[in-house]
């Protein structure tokens, strides 16, 4: 049997990266299919519960850089790939809202977990957005185009480490933010719970730990 004809070698670099693509998609793929599971499950406490007072809400899932947007009745509408807050944690400083973003430093950049009731609004750019927390100046937005950190691109990413960048605000997809967020949460209220990353959820929503809490 003749042997395989050897690959130029400027070509094997190229299947390797392939390659290597095509298992960071599966890995995404697989990750997507337990991280839809785990906002479905979530979401059927917040339903449960009462938590949402009958709003549209969405579950931020900062491990999986994943936002999954329900109705009032718990079904899953949609959900996006999120750009969240450079530094991993659940708690930013209590006066990160009052600073200029030139003194917030790496560590601080944090995303909060924690349940938000969000309320319609406009940044001092006056563009729309969506506040979770005014005074610490937490909101979700549609994604900036930002000198030097290529946000869109890291949004179509499959890993979830390119997603981490922001000052602590969720950036979504002008498309996903247009066609999901702003008919949901740019006209009412809604509620939106950021998952922990440092912590057991159960920690954080007392609604997680059933009727006799």
Request: glycine content about 8%; aromatic content about 6%; some cysteine.
């Amino acid at each position: 049997r003749a042997s395989p004809m050897p690959l130029p070698p400027m070509t094997r670099p190229i299947r390797l990266a392939r390659c290597a693509a095509a298992c960071l998609a599966l890995a995404a793929m697989a990750a997507q299919a337990v991280g839809e599971d785990a906002a479905r499950r979530f979401a059927d406490e917040v339903v449960r519960a009462g938590d949402a007072g009958g709003r549209a809400f969405a579950v931020v899932d900062k491990p999986a850089a994943t936002v999954w947007v329900f109705d009032r009745g718990g079904r899953l509408l949609d959900n996006s790939p999120v750009l969240l807050g450079q530094a991993r944690g659940d708690v930013a400083p209590a006066d990160i809202g009052t600073r200029p973003l030139s003194r917030v430093r790496p560590h601080e950049k944090v995303t909060s977990a924690g349940r938000y009731v969000t309320e319609p609004g406009r940044n001092h750019r006056g563009e729309d957005i969506v506040w979770l927390d005014y005074d610490a100046g937490l909101s979700m937005h549609r994604v900036r185009d930002v000198p030097g950190e290529r946000r869109p691109e890291r949004l179509r990413s499959p890993g979830t480490a390119d997603k981490r960048i922001s000052f602590g605000c969720i950036n979504l997809p002008a498309d996903f933010y247009d066609r999901v967020i702003d008919p949901l949460f740019g006209r009412a209220t809604g509620v939106v719970y950021v998952l922990p990353e440092t912590q057991p959820a159960v920690r954080l929503f007392r609604f997680l730990r059933g009727p006799s809490s």
